[in-house]
């Protein structure tokens, strides 16, 4: 379908889609307590969604395909600059905070586009992973952690740390 054969419910649909992943990990960022939330992401993935489809419109019959691929690469900067601000380091400068967060506005952008562009089954697929990833991420990584120390602790206790050299 070309993009000027799309109806206003086509077009909201699109931007509905995009707020709502924007909207669902936003709210995930939120009841963790981060910098960015549910309004940023929101907004992220509507803006993305809306200039995706903004351009696409634009570059329909355009005789140059590089259009959409600058304009991808602009965004995705873009946001990549958006991200660094969420990302802090502590008083130690050892401790990084925000970098889950960046990511996390840097892939709601990468949805956002995909939703304007209409790519449903793939932005329906990475959400899910994105918001399994979000919600079961400090599990995993409290689990290896603690798997990974006592391993350490077994192969100190045995030598066989001398054995791996």
């Known amino acids: 379908m070309l993009i000027s054969e799309l109806t206003l419910t086509d077009l909201m649909e699109r931007l509905g889609i995009a707020l709502l992943c924007g909207a669902s990990v936003g709210l995930n960022r939120e009841l963790h307590h981060k910098a960015a939330g549910f309004k940023t992401f929101s907004l992220v993935a509507i803006g993305t969604a809306g200039i995706t489809i903004g351009v696409l419109s634009l570059t329909v019959g355009s005789s140059d395909s590089g259009d959409m691929s600058r304009v991808v690469q602009g965004v995705l900067t873009g946001i990549g600059f958006l991200g660094a601000g969420v990302i802090m380091r502590g008083p130690d400068s050892a401790h990084v905070t925000g970098l889950t967060t960046a990511a996390s506005l840097w892939l709601v952008a990468g949805l956002g586009m995909l939703s304007g562009l209409g790519n449903f089954r793939l932005v329906w697929a990475l959400l899910a992973l994105a918001l399994v990833l979000l919600s079961a991420g400090q599990f995993v990584e409290s689990f290896a952690s603690r798997w990974f120390a006592r ?10 740390e001398k054995n791996d050299l």
């Open 151 to 160: 391993w350490q602790d077994h192969r100190k206790n045995t030598g066989t």
